[in-house]
Protein backbone atom coordinates (compact mmCIF):
# COMPACT_ATOMS: atom_id res chain seq x y z
CA UNK A 1 0.00 0.00 0.00
CA UNK A 2 1.24 3.33 -0.54
CA UNK A 3 2.38 5.49 2.32
CA UNK A 4 3.63 8.35 0.24
CA UNK A 5 3.19 10.54 -2.11
CA UNK A 6 5.81 9.57 -4.69
CA UNK A 7 4.54 6.07 -3.76
CA UNK A 8 1.37 6.91 -4.75
CA UNK A 9 2.14 7.85 -8.01
CA UNK A 10 4.28 4.98 -8.55
CA UNK A 11 1.07 2.75 -8.15
CA UNK A 12 -1.49 5.41 -9.33
CA UNK A 13 1.01 5.07 -12.79
CA UNK A 14 0.59 1.53 -13.19
CA UNK A 15 -3.10 1.50 -12.76
CA UNK A 16 -3.49 4.02 -15.25
CA UNK A 17 -1.18 2.63 -17.35
CA UNK A 18 -3.39 -0.81 -17.64
CA UNK A 19 -6.33 0.97 -18.14
CA UNK A 20 -4.92 2.21 -21.50
CA UNK A 21 -4.61 5.84 -20.38
CA UNK A 22 -1.71 7.41 -23.21
CA UNK A 23 0.24 9.65 -20.32
CA UNK A 24 -0.07 7.87 -17.17
CA UNK A 25 2.40 9.09 -15.07
CA UNK A 26 1.12 12.86 -16.33
CA UNK A 27 -2.36 12.12 -15.48
CA UNK A 28 -1.74 10.27 -12.12
CA UNK A 29 0.38 13.44 -11.09
CA UNK A 30 -2.78 15.65 -12.39
CA UNK A 31 -5.03 13.73 -10.30
CA UNK A 32 -2.75 13.84 -7.13
CA UNK A 33 -2.42 17.51 -7.31
CA UNK A 34 -6.26 17.72 -7.50
CA UNK A 35 -6.73 15.72 -4.91
CA UNK A 36 -4.57 17.25 -2.84
CA UNK A 37 -4.75 20.72 -3.65
CA UNK A 38 -1.28 20.77 -4.21
CA UNK A 39 -0.71 22.11 -7.55
CA UNK A 40 1.93 19.82 -10.08
CA UNK A 41 5.22 22.07 -8.66
CA UNK A 42 3.85 21.67 -5.30
CA UNK A 43 3.40 17.82 -4.93
CA UNK A 44 6.57 17.31 -7.21
CA UNK A 45 8.37 19.18 -4.47
CA UNK A 46 7.13 16.95 -1.26
CA UNK A 47 6.89 13.34 -2.91
CA UNK A 48 8.44 11.90 0.23
CA UNK A 49 5.75 13.29 2.65
CA UNK A 50 3.12 10.71 4.20
CA UNK A 51 -0.06 10.30 1.86
CA UNK A 52 -2.98 12.02 4.17
CA UNK A 53 -6.06 9.82 4.53
CA UNK A 54 -8.25 12.16 2.98
CA UNK A 55 -6.92 12.85 0.10
CA UNK A 56 -6.40 9.04 -0.58
CA UNK A 57 -9.87 8.87 -0.10
CA UNK A 58 -10.40 11.52 -3.16
CA UNK A 59 -7.23 9.56 -4.79
CA UNK A 60 -7.84 6.44 -5.64
CA UNK A 61 -11.39 6.60 -6.47
CA UNK A 62 -10.53 9.13 -8.89
CA UNK A 63 -7.50 6.78 -10.28
CA UNK A 64 -10.11 3.97 -10.76
CA UNK A 65 -12.27 6.00 -12.78
CA UNK A 66 -9.64 7.24 -15.58
CA UNK A 67 -8.55 3.64 -15.60
CA UNK A 68 -11.79 3.05 -16.50
CA UNK A 69 -12.06 5.34 -19.47
CA UNK A 70 -14.22 8.57 -17.72
CA UNK A 71 -12.67 11.82 -18.50
CA UNK A 72 -10.12 13.33 -16.55
CA UNK A 73 -11.79 16.99 -17.44
CA UNK A 74 -14.40 16.00 -15.44
CA UNK A 75 -13.00 14.58 -12.79
CA UNK A 76 -10.86 17.74 -11.65
CA UNK A 77 -13.60 20.16 -12.94
CA UNK A 78 -11.14 22.09 -15.11
CA UNK A 79 -9.44 22.41 -18.66
CA UNK A 80 -7.58 24.96 -20.40
CA UNK A 81 -8.28 26.48 -23.35
CA UNK A 82 -6.69 29.37 -24.89
CA UNK A 83 -4.88 30.23 -22.02
CA UNK A 84 -7.48 30.66 -19.71
CA UNK A 85 -8.76 27.94 -17.51
CA UNK A 86 -12.38 26.82 -17.37
CA UNK A 87 -14.85 24.91 -15.35
CA UNK A 88 -15.88 21.90 -16.91
CA UNK A 89 -18.87 19.11 -16.18
CA UNK A 90 -20.71 16.21 -18.38
CA UNK A 91 -23.29 18.75 -18.96
CA UNK A 92 -20.89 20.49 -21.96
CA UNK A 93 -18.24 19.26 -24.47
CA UNK A 94 -14.63 19.69 -23.11
CA UNK A 95 -12.70 22.49 -24.70
CA UNK A 96 -10.03 21.15 -27.10
CA UNK A 97 -6.58 22.02 -28.46
CA UNK A 98 -7.78 21.96 -32.00
CA UNK A 99 -10.54 24.18 -31.55
CA UNK A 100 -7.87 26.49 -30.61
CA UNK A 101 -7.29 26.82 -34.05
CA UNK A 102 -10.99 28.50 -34.56
CA UNK A 103 -10.57 31.34 -32.33
CA UNK A 104 -7.12 32.05 -33.37
CA UNK A 105 -8.33 32.71 -37.19
CA UNK A 106 -11.03 34.67 -35.89
CA UNK A 107 -8.47 36.93 -33.89
CA UNK A 108 -6.39 37.20 -36.35
CA UNK A 109 -9.14 38.75 -38.94
CA UNK A 110 -9.92 41.51 -35.99
CA UNK A 111 -8.84 44.05 -34.86
CA UNK A 112 -7.83 43.48 -31.16
CA UNK A 113 -9.31 46.86 -30.55
CA UNK A 114 -12.57 47.13 -32.99
CA UNK A 115 -16.17 47.07 -31.77
CA UNK A 116 -17.26 44.05 -33.00
CA UNK A 117 -20.68 42.08 -32.47
CA UNK A 118 -20.16 38.48 -32.63
CA UNK A 119 -22.12 35.29 -31.74
CA UNK A 120 -20.91 31.65 -30.44
CA UNK A 121 -23.63 29.15 -31.04
CA UNK A 122 -24.16 26.48 -29.43
CA UNK A 123 -21.23 27.47 -26.56
CA UNK A 124 -20.99 24.75 -24.59
CA UNK A 125 -18.62 25.98 -21.48
CA UNK A 126 -18.53 29.21 -22.97
CA UNK A 127 -14.73 28.47 -23.76
CA UNK A 128 -15.30 30.17 -28.02
CA UNK A 129 -17.47 33.02 -26.45
CA UNK A 130 -15.36 34.33 -23.58
CA UNK A 131 -11.98 33.55 -25.10
CA UNK A 132 -13.39 36.22 -27.75
CA UNK A 133 -14.19 38.32 -25.08
CA UNK A 134 -11.22 38.42 -23.00
CA UNK A 135 -8.84 38.70 -25.99
CA UNK A 136 -11.30 41.61 -27.93
CA UNK A 137 -12.13 43.89 -24.82
CA UNK A 138 -14.09 46.28 -26.71
CA UNK A 139 -16.48 43.32 -28.41
CA UNK A 140 -19.71 42.52 -27.82
CA UNK A 141 -20.51 38.62 -27.97
CA UNK A 142 -23.36 36.39 -27.84
CA UNK A 143 -23.23 33.17 -26.92
CA UNK A 144 -26.47 30.91 -27.65
CA UNK A 145 -26.88 27.08 -26.30
CA UNK A 146 -30.05 24.87 -26.29
CA UNK A 147 -28.94 23.01 -22.81
CA UNK A 148 -30.07 25.04 -19.71
CA UNK A 149 -27.14 23.03 -17.82
CA UNK A 150 -24.70 23.82 -20.17
CA UNK A 151 -25.35 27.68 -19.63
CA UNK A 152 -25.14 27.31 -16.18
CA UNK A 153 -21.50 25.98 -16.59
CA UNK A 154 -20.91 28.93 -19.37
CA UNK A 155 -22.22 31.45 -17.13
CA UNK A 156 -20.08 30.45 -14.00
CA UNK A 157 -16.88 30.34 -16.08
CA UNK A 158 -17.35 34.00 -17.08
CA UNK A 159 -17.95 34.81 -13.53
CA UNK A 160 -14.57 32.99 -13.26
CA UNK A 161 -13.03 34.65 -15.43
CA UNK A 162 -14.42 38.52 -14.91
CA UNK A 163 -16.17 39.08 -18.35
CA UNK A 164 -19.94 37.75 -16.97
CA UNK A 165 -20.91 41.87 -18.09
CA UNK A 166 -19.21 41.27 -21.54
CA UNK A 167 -21.37 37.76 -22.53
CA UNK A 168 -24.88 37.73 -23.37
CA UNK A 169 -26.00 34.09 -22.76
CA UNK A 170 -29.43 33.22 -24.81
CA UNK A 171 -30.74 29.62 -24.63
CA UNK A 172 -31.96 28.75 -27.61
CA UNK A 173 -31.15 26.45 -30.38
CA UNK A 174 -28.14 27.35 -32.61
CA UNK A 175 -29.27 30.85 -34.31
CA UNK A 176 -32.79 30.97 -33.36
CA UNK A 177 -32.22 33.36 -30.64
CA UNK A 178 -30.14 35.82 -32.45
CA UNK A 179 -32.75 36.54 -34.57
CA UNK A 180 -32.50 40.52 -35.18
CA UNK A 181 -29.16 41.25 -34.71
CA UNK A 182 -26.31 41.93 -36.78
CA UNK A 183 -22.98 40.37 -36.49
CA UNK A 184 -19.28 40.88 -37.61
CA UNK A 185 -18.79 37.58 -36.71
CA UNK A 186 -20.59 34.17 -35.99
CA UNK A 187 -18.53 31.42 -34.46
CA UNK A 188 -19.33 27.77 -33.92
CA UNK A 189 -18.01 23.56 -33.22
CA UNK A 190 -21.25 22.54 -33.71
CA UNK A 191 -21.76 18.57 -33.92
CA UNK A 192 -19.95 16.67 -36.61
CA UNK A 193 -19.37 13.28 -35.82
CA UNK A 194 -21.17 11.04 -37.98
CA UNK A 195 -24.19 9.27 -36.36
CA UNK A 196 -22.84 5.46 -36.98
CA UNK A 197 -19.73 6.36 -35.50
CA UNK A 198 -20.73 7.38 -32.24
CA UNK A 199 -20.46 3.98 -30.54
CA UNK A 200 -16.89 3.62 -31.94
CA UNK A 201 -15.59 6.58 -30.13
CA UNK A 202 -13.02 6.52 -27.20
CA UNK A 203 -14.85 6.12 -23.76
CA UNK A 204 -14.05 9.18 -22.74
CA UNK A 205 -15.69 11.00 -25.93
CA UNK A 206 -18.70 8.79 -25.65
CA UNK A 207 -18.97 10.28 -21.62
CA UNK A 208 -19.53 13.41 -23.38
CA UNK A 209 -22.46 15.78 -24.13
CA UNK A 210 -24.31 13.17 -26.82
CA UNK A 211 -26.04 16.64 -28.16
CA UNK A 212 -22.35 18.15 -28.51
CA UNK A 213 -21.45 15.06 -30.82
CA UNK A 214 -24.20 13.86 -33.17
CA UNK A 215 -23.83 15.72 -36.34
CA UNK A 216 -26.70 13.31 -37.73
CA UNK A 217 -25.88 10.43 -40.38
CA UNK A 218 -23.26 12.14 -42.24
CA UNK A 219 -22.18 14.30 -39.64
CA UNK A 220 -22.86 17.78 -41.69
CA UNK A 221 -26.42 18.13 -40.35
CA UNK A 222 -25.20 21.30 -38.30
CA UNK A 223 -24.03 22.80 -41.17
CA UNK A 224 -26.85 22.77 -43.68
CA UNK A 225 -28.73 24.49 -41.12
CA UNK A 226 -25.81 27.46 -39.99
CA UNK A 227 -24.61 28.27 -43.15
CA UNK A 228 -27.81 29.05 -44.83
CA UNK A 229 -29.08 30.77 -41.82
CA UNK A 230 -25.99 32.85 -41.18
CA UNK A 231 -26.62 34.91 -43.79
CA UNK A 232 -30.08 36.09 -42.06
CA UNK A 233 -27.47 38.07 -39.24
CA UNK A 234 -24.48 38.16 -40.90
CA UNK A 235 -23.61 42.07 -41.63
CA UNK A 236 -22.25 42.45 -45.51
CA UNK A 237 -18.51 41.37 -44.95
CA UNK A 238 -19.59 39.59 -42.02
CA UNK A 239 -17.02 36.67 -40.78
CA UNK A 240 -18.43 33.17 -40.51
CA UNK A 241 -15.66 30.61 -38.80
CA UNK A 242 -17.00 26.94 -37.87
CA UNK A 243 -15.45 23.83 -36.32
CA UNK A 244 -15.48 20.82 -38.92
CA UNK A 245 -14.13 17.25 -39.04
CA UNK A 246 -11.21 16.06 -40.51
CA UNK A 247 -12.68 15.05 -43.28
CA UNK A 248 -15.39 17.18 -44.32
CA UNK A 249 -13.24 20.58 -45.44
CA UNK A 250 -14.38 19.84 -49.31
CA UNK A 251 -18.27 19.03 -48.23
CA UNK A 252 -18.46 22.42 -45.78
CA UNK A 253 -17.00 24.37 -48.85
CA UNK A 254 -19.59 22.52 -51.38
CA UNK A 255 -22.41 23.66 -49.03
CA UNK A 256 -21.21 27.08 -48.74
CA UNK A 257 -20.94 27.27 -51.87
CA UNK A 258 -24.19 26.18 -52.42
CA UNK A 259 -25.99 29.00 -50.66
CA UNK A 260 -24.23 31.56 -52.97
CA UNK A 261 -23.55 33.93 -49.98
CA UNK A 262 -19.92 33.50 -49.03
CA UNK A 263 -16.59 34.57 -50.93
CA UNK A 264 -12.86 34.14 -50.07
CA UNK A 265 -14.25 30.72 -48.47
CA UNK A 266 -11.22 28.63 -46.91
CA UNK A 267 -10.30 25.69 -45.08
CA UNK A 268 -7.30 25.67 -42.54
CA UNK A 269 -5.54 23.23 -40.65
CA UNK A 270 -5.29 21.84 -37.28
CA UNK A 271 -1.68 21.67 -35.73
CA UNK A 272 -1.78 17.64 -37.08
CA UNK A 273 -2.38 19.02 -40.84
CA UNK A 274 -5.78 17.97 -41.01
CA UNK A 275 -8.81 20.01 -42.00
CA UNK A 276 -10.42 22.19 -39.17
CA UNK A 277 -12.08 25.51 -39.56
CA UNK A 278 -14.05 26.68 -42.52
CA UNK A 279 -13.76 30.74 -42.92
CA UNK A 280 -15.51 32.83 -45.42
CA UNK A 281 -17.14 36.45 -45.42
CA UNK A 282 -20.97 36.81 -46.25
CA UNK A 283 -21.12 38.39 -49.91
CA UNK A 284 -21.83 42.38 -49.46
CA UNK A 285 -25.09 43.82 -49.63
Not at 50 to 58: E, S, T
Not at 83 to 98: G, H, N, S, W, Y
Not at 158 to 173: I, N, P, S, Y
Not at 211 to 219: I, S
Request: contains cysteine; charged residues 25%; neutral net charge.
Amino acid sequence: MATTLGEALQVASRQLKAGGVPRPRLEAEVLLSWAGGYGRPGLLARLDEALDPNVAARFWPAVARRAKGYPLQYITGRQEFMALEFKVTPAVLIPRQDTEVVVEAVLARLDKVGHYTIADCGTGSGAIALSLAHYLPNAKVYATEISPEALEVARYNARALGLEGRVVFLQGDFLTPLKGLRLDALVANPPYIPAAELDRLPPEVRAEPHLALDGGPDGLGAYRRLLPGAVAVLKGGGLVALEIGHDQGRSVLELAAATGAYRDMTILPDYAGRDRCFLAYRREE
